[in-house]
Protein backbone atom coordinates (compact mmCIF):
# COMPACT_ATOMS: atom_id res chain seq x y z
CA UNK A 1 0.00 0.00 0.00
CA UNK A 2 1.60 3.21 -0.92
CA UNK A 3 0.76 6.73 0.52
CA UNK A 4 0.41 9.91 -1.45
CA UNK A 5 1.97 13.04 0.03
CA UNK A 6 0.40 16.32 -0.91
CA UNK A 7 1.43 20.48 -0.33
CA UNK A 8 -0.57 22.08 2.01
CA UNK A 9 -2.56 24.73 0.59
CA UNK A 10 -0.85 28.21 -0.60
CA UNK A 11 -1.46 31.04 1.46
CA UNK A 12 -4.38 33.18 -0.10
CA UNK A 13 -3.93 36.70 0.02
CA UNK A 14 -5.13 39.42 2.19
CA UNK A 15 -8.66 39.78 1.46
CA UNK A 16 -9.78 43.87 0.89
CA UNK A 17 -6.40 44.44 -0.28
CA UNK A 18 -5.80 45.33 -4.24
CA UNK A 19 -2.71 44.23 -5.13
CA UNK A 20 -0.55 46.55 -8.20
CA UNK A 21 -2.32 44.57 -11.09
CA UNK A 22 -1.34 46.39 -14.02
CA UNK A 23 0.74 49.68 -14.42
CA UNK A 24 4.18 51.29 -15.22
CA UNK A 25 7.47 50.32 -13.28
CA UNK A 26 7.62 52.18 -10.85
CA UNK A 27 10.46 55.20 -10.74
CA UNK A 28 12.66 56.20 -7.46
CA UNK A 29 12.59 52.84 -6.14
CA UNK A 30 14.03 49.64 -6.58
CA UNK A 31 13.06 46.09 -5.07
CA UNK A 32 10.62 43.30 -6.21
CA UNK A 33 7.35 44.55 -3.81
CA UNK A 34 4.84 46.98 -5.60
CA UNK A 35 4.74 50.10 -5.16
CA UNK A 36 1.57 50.18 -3.00
CA UNK A 37 -1.90 48.92 -2.94
CA UNK A 38 -5.21 49.92 -2.23
CA UNK A 39 -7.59 48.51 -0.07
CA UNK A 40 -10.85 47.68 -1.70
CA UNK A 41 -12.75 50.57 0.95
CA UNK A 42 -10.51 52.44 -0.76
CA UNK A 43 -10.29 51.37 -4.80
CA UNK A 44 -14.90 52.06 -3.82
CA UNK A 45 -14.32 55.55 -2.11
CA UNK A 46 -12.21 57.17 -5.11
CA UNK A 47 -14.88 55.71 -7.39
CA UNK A 48 -17.55 57.32 -5.26
CA UNK A 49 -15.48 60.83 -4.94
CA UNK A 50 -14.78 60.30 -8.95
CA UNK A 51 -18.49 60.63 -9.42
CA UNK A 52 -19.59 63.26 -7.27
CA UNK A 53 -16.91 65.79 -7.93
CA UNK A 54 -17.34 67.59 -11.34
CA UNK A 55 -13.32 68.82 -11.11
CA UNK A 56 -12.11 64.91 -10.91
CA UNK A 57 -13.91 64.00 -14.14
CA UNK A 58 -11.73 61.96 -16.25
CA UNK A 59 -8.16 62.44 -13.96
CA UNK A 60 -6.45 60.21 -11.99
CA UNK A 61 -5.86 60.47 -8.17
CA UNK A 62 -2.76 61.56 -7.22
CA UNK A 63 -1.14 60.07 -3.94
CA UNK A 64 1.83 62.11 -2.99
CA UNK A 65 3.77 63.14 -0.08
CA UNK A 66 4.98 66.51 0.93
CA UNK A 67 6.85 68.15 3.56
CA UNK A 68 4.35 69.62 6.79
CA UNK A 69 2.59 68.52 9.48
CA UNK A 70 3.86 67.60 12.80
CA UNK A 71 6.15 64.69 12.07
CA UNK A 72 7.87 66.26 8.99
CA UNK A 73 5.71 64.60 6.01
CA UNK A 74 2.14 64.31 5.13
CA UNK A 75 0.39 62.25 2.38
CA UNK A 76 -1.67 63.94 -0.09
CA UNK A 77 -4.76 63.11 -2.16
CA UNK A 78 -6.16 64.91 -5.54
CA UNK A 79 -7.67 64.14 -8.82
CA UNK A 80 -4.97 65.72 -11.00
CA UNK A 81 -3.70 65.12 -14.45
CA UNK A 82 -0.71 62.52 -14.95
CA UNK A 83 2.28 64.45 -15.71
CA UNK A 84 5.90 62.76 -17.31
CA UNK A 85 7.54 60.55 -14.86
CA UNK A 86 4.39 59.25 -12.55
CA UNK A 87 4.17 55.96 -12.10
CA UNK A 88 0.59 54.76 -13.47
CA UNK A 89 -0.74 52.27 -11.32
CA UNK A 90 -4.22 50.83 -12.24
CA UNK A 91 -7.29 49.41 -9.06
CA UNK A 92 -10.10 48.00 -9.68
CA UNK A 93 -10.88 50.63 -12.38
CA UNK A 94 -9.64 53.45 -10.96
CA UNK A 95 -6.32 54.83 -12.24
CA UNK A 96 -3.97 56.27 -9.20
CA UNK A 97 -0.45 58.43 -10.26
CA UNK A 98 2.42 58.56 -8.03
CA UNK A 99 5.93 61.22 -8.75
CA UNK A 100 9.03 59.81 -8.95
CA UNK A 101 9.92 61.47 -5.12
CA UNK A 102 6.58 60.47 -3.41
CA UNK A 103 7.36 56.46 -4.37
CA UNK A 104 10.81 56.84 -2.10
CA UNK A 105 8.22 57.40 0.55
CA UNK A 106 5.12 55.25 -0.58
CA UNK A 107 7.02 51.69 -1.42
CA UNK A 108 5.19 48.89 -0.39
CA UNK A 109 2.60 51.05 1.01
CA UNK A 110 -1.12 50.27 1.49
CA UNK A 111 -3.84 53.11 1.58
CA UNK A 112 -7.24 52.37 3.09
CA UNK A 113 -10.68 54.26 3.58
CA UNK A 114 -11.59 54.31 7.35
CA UNK A 115 -14.58 55.36 9.29
CA UNK A 116 -14.61 55.14 12.56
CA UNK A 117 -15.43 57.46 15.71
CA UNK A 118 -12.39 59.81 15.00
CA UNK A 119 -13.80 60.49 11.48
CA UNK A 120 -13.41 59.16 8.00
CA UNK A 121 -10.71 59.47 5.51
CA UNK A 122 -8.16 57.93 3.52
CA UNK A 123 -5.29 56.02 5.98
CA UNK A 124 -1.92 55.08 4.77
CA UNK A 125 0.69 51.89 6.69
CA UNK A 126 3.43 52.51 5.50
CA UNK A 127 6.67 50.33 6.50
CA UNK A 128 8.88 53.76 5.64
CA UNK A 129 7.49 55.53 8.25
CA UNK A 130 9.58 55.81 11.37
CA UNK A 131 7.33 57.69 13.79
CA UNK A 132 4.34 59.96 13.31
CA UNK A 133 2.04 61.82 15.26
CA UNK A 134 -1.23 61.49 17.50
CA UNK A 135 -3.47 62.88 14.81
CA UNK A 136 -1.82 60.51 12.17
CA UNK A 137 -2.25 62.74 9.61
CA UNK A 138 1.78 63.40 9.50
CA UNK A 139 4.77 60.86 9.53
CA UNK A 140 8.63 60.75 9.78
CA UNK A 141 10.93 58.87 7.52
Do not use: W
Not at 6 to 35: C, F, Y
Request: charged share 20%.
Amino acid sequence: MSSTMTSPPAPSEPTGVTEQPTGSEPTGITGHKPLLSLTDAAVEKVKYFAKTMPDSEGKPLRIFVHGGGCSGFQYGFQFDEQHDGDNVLEFGGITVVVDAQSATYLHDSTVDYVEDFRGAGFSVTNPQSTGGCGCGKSFSA
